[in-house]
T-cell receptor, first 113, second 110 residues
Framework: DTGVSQDPRHKITKRGQNVTFRCDPI?????LYWYRQTLGQGPEFLTY????????KSRLLSDRFSAERPKGSFSTLEIQRTEQGDSAMYLC???????????FGSGTRLTVV | SQELEQSPQSLIVQEGKNLTINCTSS?????LYWYKQKYGEGLIFLMM?????EEKSHEKITAKLDEKKQQSSLHITASQPSHAGIYLC??????????FGQGTILTVHP
């Protein structure tokens, strides 16, 4: 197993454009999480899935953000009409339902210009 | 205010020195995770603590959770340049998410 994979590693986009990130979790992990990390801060929880069901969304996840995990495997995070404040590192993590440990991916760094 | 407070915010040490990073919670910790992060990269799992008084070690890094389960410390013995990075503590708040401290930036001078 290659761990949690995220694609792309870096994304530069113009304000107002839409972007989509992908996360491939560890194959046997039922849970998948998205976090956002800004410079000098710890990661902040955005949302998580158990299999294909989205079980919780943070208030940080505005209407412009949407996440899916259609077949309970990989997940996508889409940001519509990007703003400069969306510039951050977007981290994906996965775990077993038992919460025995969270494995993080390398993240996608988004820069909105 | 932060649920998890890390101290210090940054630390500069000479290679070979010991150091300690603290993580304090305003609530009881039922699962406390330590991660290391290189700038611009993802989080690397170090250790997880669950029981009051628990202590775990891996190579030169030791993590402890106090008996009251509101404070954890991460101790590095004989630091090396490879230990440099950002250290993050994260608390399992249930419902499948972690709440993180703001991180401690460690610099180790050779």
């Amino acid at each position: 197993d290659t761990g949690v994979s995220q694609d792309p590693r870096h994304k530069i986009t113009k304000r107002g454009q839409n972007v989509t990130f992908r996360c491939d979790p560890i194959s046997e992990h039922n849970r998948l999480y998205w976090y956002r990390q800004t410079l000098g801060q710890g990661p902040e929880f955005l949302t998580y899935f158990q299999n294909e069901a989205q079980l919780e969304k943070s208030r940080l996840l505005s209407d412009r953000f949407s996440a899916e995990r259609p077949k309970g495997s990989f997940s996508t995070l889409e940001i519509q009409r990007t703003e400069q404040g969306d510039s951050a590192m977007y981290l994906c993590a996965s775990s077993l339902v038992s919460g025995s440990g969270y494995t993080f991916g390398s993240g996608t760094r988004l820069t909105v210009v | 205010s932060q649920e998890l407070e890390q101290s210090p915010q940054s630390l500069i040490v000479q290679e070979g020195k010991n150091l300690t990073i603290n993580c304090t919670s305003s609530k009881t910790l039922y699962g406390l995770y330590w991660y290391k992060q290189k700038y611009g990269e993802g989080l690397i799992f170090l250790m997880m603590l669950q029981k009051g008084g628990e202590e775990k070690s891996h190579e030169k890094i030791t993590a402890k959770l106090d008996e009251k389960k509101q404070q954890s410390s991460l101790h590095i013995t004989a630091s090396q340049p490879s230990h440099a990075g950002i250290y993050l503590c994260g608390a399992d708040r249930g419902g499948g998410k972690l709440t993180f401290g703001q991180g401690t930036i460690l610099t180790v001078h050779p």
